[in-house]
């Protein structure tokens, strides 16, 4: 027979190579394994204990995210505006020339657009030529000069000039083209003042005022910046503004949270790049400014 194989009777009685306690004849275990059993020890309490810091840690992350964005609203719900002038000539004649081209950047009274110069020019000479046959005959010269003044205004009128500093929109007219007066041509837009109108849930309107500090950034220029104000909070909300403003005494009535426009002034700088009418925008507002209430 072979003989049966024995566990070490130590073994049996201290599997996990525990130190001995008091009062044990068990030799004292060697100083690895007295520290191997503290290091485990100190590492299951350890675990414990990182558990707990992340877990405040996440909490802690999660109420100040709560905080910030209740004291920050924000919206992507939000377009670029600027004022628009609609050139149109003030009298009706044949296209002469188009000095402007599409999209590009003028200043006020640069030229736009100059309408049959040689048949208001010769009108104003035939005018100022009656006027001093009147005056050598000296009757009708009061007619005669209000006839020179309105042909001088109609040659002025003649050039159409820049009202505004701004950027020209889509020129389609051309020379030999027919301009009738009153009737819009192409429009400027006005780089003087530019805002953002931001329509806010009505939820966060209780905290926003006007002269409350705000962060624009354009979806033109990703990362960049702007600076700008609240400058003023509709009183109706954008459905009210409607053509058809939403009838919400029936039956199958379902409320829904409204937006209400916030327009935000910009504050742009020198090296600010150049503003796009129209363009998306996502508008934060700090409330922790008080504003102008």
């Known amino acids: 027979m072979k003989p049966s194989s024995t566990i070490p009777a130590r073994a049996k009685e201290n599997p996990r190579n525990e130190p001995p306690g008091p009062g044990s004849n068990e030799p004292p275990a060697p100083a690895s394994s007295r520290l191997h059993f503290a290091l485990s020890a100190l590492f299951r309490h350890w675990g414990k204990i990182v558990s707990a810091l992340a877990l405040l840690a996440v909490a802690g992350a999660t109420y100040a995210y709560w905080q910030y964005a209740t004291q920050h609203p924000s919206t992507d719900n939000a377009y670029v505006q600027a004022n628009t002038v609609q050139i149109a000539p003030s009298i009706s004649g044949i296209v002469a020339e188009v000095p402007v081209k599409s ?20 009108a104003l000479k035939a005018a100022q030529s009656r006027l001093r046959a009147a005056q050598s005959q000296k009757a009708g010269v009061e007619e005669a000069q209000a006839a020179v003044e309105q042909a001088r205004i109609e040659l002025d009128n003649a050039t159409i000039k820049s009202p505004v500093d701004g950027i020209v929109g889509k020129v389609s007219i051309r020379p030999g083209s027919m ?73 199958n009535w379902i409320k829904l949270t409204q937006r209400f426009p916030v327009r935000v002034s910009l504050a742009l700088k020198p090296d600010d790049p150049a503003m796009r009418f129209g363009a998306s925008a996502n508008v934060t507002v700090d409330t922790t400014d008080n504003g102008a209430n």
Not at 104 to 113: I, Q, R, S, Y
Not at 179 to 199: E, K, L, M, T, Y
């Open 179 to 251: 301009a009738r007066a009153g009737v819009p041509i192409f429009p400027i837009v006005d780089s003087s003042h530019w805002w953002v109108d931001a329509n806010f849930k009505e939820t966060d309107l209780t905290r926003i005022h006007p002269g409350q500090k705000a962060t624009v950034t354009v979806d033109i220029y990703p990362g960049h910046q702007f600076s700008g104000v609240v400058e003023a909070v509709s009183p109706a909300s954008t459905s009210a503004f409607s053509l058809l403003p939403p009838e919400n005494a029936t039956g």
């Open 103 to 122: 999209f590009a950047t003028v200043k006020a009274g640069d030229p736009l657009l100059r309408i049959d110069l040689p048949r208001f020019d010769a």
